[in-house]
């Protein structure tokens, strides 16, 4: 089936500095992909809605200027965590969609820790 | 609107015993059902869904789910559970005309040997 591929899987910054995770679609384009954020044993709350070549599309709450979302290819979307701290500390989880298959696939997430 | 029930946060079976998890779901337009199960620091994993057609929906590892259009419910059942089906379980539904998908708050599964 296809495959959806977040990287990295860990990582672990100091307070005041940006991450950039990545979600890649590996053998299928996608359009447009979602990004989850997770606490601890709780729900995936999605946080935006990424669409490539526009502006993505956020869920009430979200702060846009503290998650920057770039979909510049069909195949790359990626989410960067701006001046993080440490409440940013989550499991972000990436999907994206195929369209011609109608699925929504997950990548494996990424753990981020801000000390 | 959309919106998922799992009104149990954990089920503890005995291995061997059958499994059932249970979701409610609320959606506008024709619901698609999911089920994704997900282990410690892991992704989800799909398990199954539904789209239309039967009811009773057949998906990985022996898990299978009733739709009921009248009670509005998707529960996942499996007749023998085993330990390794020990993990958080995701109820989901979206509409037909939407790839959103909405969660419900998981339900931790312990099996015990």
């Known amino acids: 089936g296809a495959v959806v591929s977040q990287h990295p899987s860990w990582v672990i910054c100091k307070s005041g500095t940006s991450v950039k995770i990545e979600c890649r679609s590996l053998?299928?384009?996608?359009?447009?992909m979602f990004w989850y954020r997770q606490f601890p044993k709780q729900s995936l709350m999605l946080m935006a809605t990424?669409?490539?070549?526009?502006?993505?599309?956020?869920e009430q709450g979200v702060e846009k200027d503290k998650f920057l979302i770039n979909h510049a290819s069909l195949t790359l979307s990626t989410l960067t965590v701006t001046s993080a701290h440490p409440e940013d500390s989550s499991f972000y989880i990436c999907?994206?969609?195929?369209?011609?298959?109608?699925?929504?696939?997950f990548g494996e997430g990424s753990r981020l820790t801000v000390l | 609107a959309q919106s998922v029930a799992q009104p149990e946060d954990q089920v503890n079976v005995a291995e061997g015993n059958p499994l059932t998890v249970k979701c409610t779901y609320s959606?506008?337009?024709?619901?698609?059902l999911f089920w994704y199960v997900q282990y410690p620091n892991r992704g989800l994993q799909f398990l199954l869904k539904?789209?239309?057609?039967?009811?009773l929906v057949k998906g990985s590892y022996g898990f299978e789910a009733e739709f009921n259009k009248s009670q509005t419910s998707f529960h996942l059942k499996k007749p023998s559970a085993l330990v390794s089906d020990s993990a958080l379980y995701f109820c989901?539904?979206?509409?037909?005309?939407?790839?959103?998908?909405?969660f419900g708050a998981g339900t931790t599964v312990t099996v015990r040997a």
């Open positions: 959606v506008s337009g024709n619901p698609y």
């Open positions: 990424s669409n490539e070549g526009s502006k993505a599309t956020y």
């Open positions: 989901a539904v979206r509409d037909a005309s939407d790839y959103k998908l909405s």
């Open positions: 539904y789209i239309t057609g039967d009811n």
């Open positions: 053998d299928f384009q996608a359009t447009t």
């Open positions: 999907s994206a969609m195929d369209r011609a298959a109608g699925e929504l696939f």
